[in-house]
């Protein structure tokens, strides 16, 4: 297993994945920068909220795919807003929180989806800095915690509703490449329900303490365990939600700890033909990322090379893994049926193995169930949150 950070060990990184047995598609300046404005333009992933005239304004300070130019010149606007929140603080407390909060944005798409550069994993830096002032703010406030695990650390968020004494709390588990403080803001529509949210990094992203491997659940066992320790929680009545690829790993929760769980949202997540090569060698040419796919991923599952990540990721897989028919908490899954992302047979092996499921399928949906016409709010909204309410009312 390879474990590695800084920016030697990225420099190999890029060497190898670029020397696998195919050259590997990537946008040139031009085109990431037409596309990014595009995205921004949008509102879309992952260029959530910032204003398009921002980041016209920082692609145009960038002229080429350095990781260290497109670092540098997102955090320089994020410092302006940084600087301006602190300002604010003392005299303007809201207006300060959605200054944190927009500077968050902009270290955020700084550090992107991988620190592949010392100012990459600066902006990455301030963007947890940022994120933790305005949660400061927040009303309710969000909090950061941090545990004992296995010799190292795991860190989360915690945010809880206000008037309820012990609310019952969603664990929520953040894709591959939208960490655990982008979640932190989905998971704020539970609170008005009187649910609390933690959110919390999957394996092998942001700050969690293990890479992708099978086992890596054991760290959500540890947040169930402190969570049944606290007085002002409801430790009996717990569920544990994915979003992409963290579906993976609630799935994976869920079979481990399905006499302590509630119910497990699966939305979007790769269970078995995913992981095969087939699967993958078509993902890793894909498009619809951004950009640093491949850096991503390898990343993300510890390895170095693309053939690595080939023959490694056939081990993750919920079937041969002999996972795939063990008896789980009441599971929700959510998909598209034109998932470009994770195949759909990963949906349709899910629903028709071990215990019986609950399912929302968009027929025109793509990844995460959205389409044109039903956006991520909405199934949040009208999916999952009624869902879970009727979980942890049947427990009550």
């Not at 320790?229 to 399905?258: C, H």
Request: avoid cysteine.
């Amino acid at each position: 297993m390879v474990r590695w950070s800084g920016a030697v060990a990225i420099a190999a990184l890029l060497v190898t994945a670029a020397h696998s047995e195919e050259p590997l598609p990537k946008r040139t300046w031009d085109e990431l920068k037409a596309e990014t404005l595009s995205r921004a333009e949008r509102g879309a992933y992952p260029v959530f909220h910032i204003e398009s005239a921002d980041a016209r304004a920082i692609l145009d300070s960038i002229h080429s795919l350095s990781p260290e130019e497109w670092g540098s010149a997102w955090m320089k606007v994020g410092d302006e807003h940084f600087a301006r929140a602190q300002t604010l603080e003392a005299n303007q407390p809201a207006e300060a929180r959605d200054e944190y909060l927009y500077a968050w944005r902009l270290y955020g798409m700084g550090g992107w989806p991988v620190a592949t550069s010392p100012k990459k994993a600066e902006s990455r830096a301030k963007a947890w800095k940022a994120f933790d002032a305005y949660g400061a703010l927040a009303r309710p406030r969000i909090e950061t915690v941090t545990i004992p695990f296995e010799g190292k650390t795991v860190r989360f968020t915690l945010q809880k509703p206000d008037g309820v004494q012990r609310p019952p709390v969603v664990i929520g588990i953040a894709g591959s490449d939208l960490w655990r403080d982008y979640a932190a803001i989905t998971m704020r529509s539970f609170l008005p329900h009187g649910i609390a949210g933690i959110t919390v990094d999957m394996p092998g992203t942001g700050d969690a303490p293990l890479p992708g491997r099978p086992g890596a659940e054991r760290i959500y066992s540890g947040i169930i365990d402190y969570v049944q320790t606290r007085p002002d929680l409801d430790g009996q009545r717990i569920i544990v939600r994915g979003e992409s690829w963290g579906s993976y790993w609630a799935a994976r929760v869920g079979m481990a700890e399905a006499k302590r769980l509630k119910g497990v949202v699966f939305q979007s997540g790769p269970v078995d033909a995913y992981f095969q090569k087939s699967w993958q060698e078509k993902a890793f040419h894909t498009r619809e990322f951004l950009f640093d796919y491949v850096e991503s991923r390898l990343h993300m599952l510890g390895v170095t090379s693309v053939d690595e990540a080939y023959q490694m990721m056939p081990m993750l897989s919920l079937k041969a893994d002999g996972l795939i028919d063990r008896p789980t908490p009441p599971m929700l899954v959510i998909g598209g049926a034109k998932d470009t992302q994770v195949p759909f047979s990963d949906t349709e092996l899910l629903l028709k193995s071990g215990s019986p499921k609950y399912a929302w399928i968009n027929p025109s949906g793509q990844t995460m169930g959205r389409s044109v016409t039903v956006k991520d709010q909405w199934i949040f909204d009208h999916v999952i949150v009624p869902w879970v309410r009727a979980r942890f009312s049947e427990a009550e």
